[in-house]
């Protein structure tokens, strides 16, 4: 079965920081991956995705993302974090499921505190 | 807009009670999802439906089940509550390859 690694469980970054969060997948096959930020009291929501093509995919807010098939990888960054950006961050991919369909799995997440 | 709604935000519930969780998605997608979120160990899937009346279970269905009897509609139930099952669960669609779209999660505690 597909597995997630999330190595930061917690971050903390001044202002202006650059920010690289680092995801890691086990599958070698075909994937799609997905960054999702959950800001405090808020559903999740999309940051990006990748599916095929440029490897290196920009999403909302300024981040982006590189998928890096030979490491398995698909690490998020951002050159200077907000405030505003606290929140925690889950990278998910997409494994096929015993009956043929799609299904997301997540990794454990990250906690990303911007002091101002 | 897109939109799942989860019927309730917060919910407490006796030991040995059967919980009944629902969600609904007005964006017409196949696939429905429910996930529990836990500190630490992030989001695990329950179960998913990929159609009508169609389910599979996810990494961790023991002691739920699932009913998808309309396409928008997709209840997760807690046959005998118990404590260890105090968590925030999350309900999501999606269609086909697309990304999921999330309910704003219904926060569960068991007494």
């Known amino acids: 079965a597909q597995s997630v690694s999330q190595h930061n469980h917690h971050v903390i970054l001044s202002e202006a920081a650059s920010l690289e969060l680092g995801c890691n997948y086990s599958?070698?096959?075909?994937?799609?991956l997905f960054w999702y930020v959950q800001y405090p009291g808020q559903h999740l929501q999309l940051l990006l995705k990748y599916f095929s093509g440029d490897p290196l995919v920009k999403g909302i807010k300024g981040f982006e993302a590189e998928f890096i098939k030979s490491k398995f990888s698909f690490n998020l960054r951002k050159p200077s974090v907000q405030w505003s950006d606290t929140a925690e961050y889950f990278c998910?991919?997409?494994?096929?499921?015993?009956?043929?369909?799609?299904?997301?799995?997540f990794g454990t997440g990250t906690r990303l505190l911007v002091s101002p | 807009d897109v939109k799942v709604t989860q019927s309730s935000r917060y919910l407490v519930k006796r030991t040995g009670e059967k919980v009944f969780l629902e969600c609904v998605q007005d964006m017409d997608h196949e696939n429905m999802f429910w996930y529990r979120q836990d500190p630490g160990l992030g989001l695990r899937l329950i179960y998913f439906?990929?159609?009508?009346?169609?389910?599979e279970k996810g990494d961790i269905p023991e002691g739920y089940s699932v009913s998808r009897e309309k396409k928008e509609r997709f209840s997760l139930i807690l046959e005998s509550a118990s404590t260890n099952q105090t968590s925030m669960y999350l309900c999501a669609s999606s269609q086909g390859l697309a990304e999921a779209f999330f309910g704003q999660g219904t926060r569960l505690t068991v007494v």
């Open positions: 439906s990929y159609d009508v009346k169609m389910k």
């Open positions: 599958y070698g096959g075909t994937v799609n």
């Open positions: 998910a991919v997409n494994e096929l499921g015993n009956t043929g369909f799609q299904k997301l799995v």
